[in-house]
């Protein structure tokens, strides 16, 4: 069955510094997505970053990248130059076989912001 | 456009007690999905409707939730009669799509059930 593990309750970090979320997961099928989603205090859930098992390079979407290692099976999300707004909880997920819409997530990491 | 809404946004009830949750997609989004998290545990998946029709039901934990779409338009999810171990937050989720896969799902903001 798939898995996401992420090992990080909560991280601090300073405005304007850059910070690194780690995720990683289990999976048998040779073609997944795995994605970021942010929640902020409003509780909404903000689709971040999305990378394709087949994809060749490394997502990236503004200040917020992905660091796709497939034979270490993780995909950490990387923060740059972080913002006050930035604070939130961030889920990675993973969606399975294609066909299978399902979105299997972590157990999420808390992101504080400090001045 | 209009994201993803759900109603209500907190429901407290009594153990025993029937609630409706109620989502609307983003309009023209074929595909909803339900998803539910319990204090301090991972977002599980617990079903997924492509239009009207239930594509995924597996992750519905037992005879007390029933969901539907009616009109492959907004979805309801019934938990009757509702338990403890029911609380937590309920999100939906659509995405577009038809027969294909369609990576990028917009969520709702969530209905937090308490049942106490």
């Known amino acids: 069955a798939q898995k996401i593990t992420q090992t990080q309750p909560g991280m601090f970090v300073q405005e304007k510094e850059a910070v690194t979320l780690d995720c990683t997961y289990d999976t048998s099928d040779p073609s997944y997505g795995l994605f970021w989603y942010k929640q902020p205090s409003s509780g909404e859930m903000i689709f971040l970053i999305y990378?394709?098992?087949?994809?060749?390079q490394n997502a990236t979407e503004g200040r917020y990248s992905l660091n796709f290692q497939k034979a270490r099976k993780s995909a950490n999300l990387v923060i740059s130059a972080s913002q006050l707004g930035d604070s939130a909880m961030y889920f990675c997920a993973m969606r399975d076989s294609p066909g299978f819409q399902k979105l299997v997530f972590g157990t999420g990491t808390r992101l504080l912001v400090s001045p | 456009e209009a994201g993803v809404t759900q109603f209500p946004s907190h429901s407290v009830i009594e153990k025993g007690q029937t609630v409706t949750l109620r989502c609307d997609p983003i309009s023209g989004h074929d595909n909803l999905y339900w998803y539910r998290r319990v204090m301090g545990k991972e977002i599980k998946f617990l079903l997924h409707f492509v239009k009207e029709s239930k594509q995924d039901e597996s992750g519905m934990p037992n005879n007390r939730f029933l969901a539907e779409r009616t009109g492959g338009t907004y979805s309801t999810l019934k938990v009757q009669p509702a338990e403890l171990e029911d609380s937590g937050v309920y999100f939906c989720?659509?995405?577009?799509?038809?027969?294909?896969?369609?990576?990028?799902?917009?969520f709702g903001p969530g209905t937090r059930l308490t049942v106490t």
């Open positions: 990378q394709g098992s087949y994809d060749q």
């Open positions: 989720a659509s995405s577009q799509g038809q027969g294909k896969v369609s990576y990028e799902q917009y």
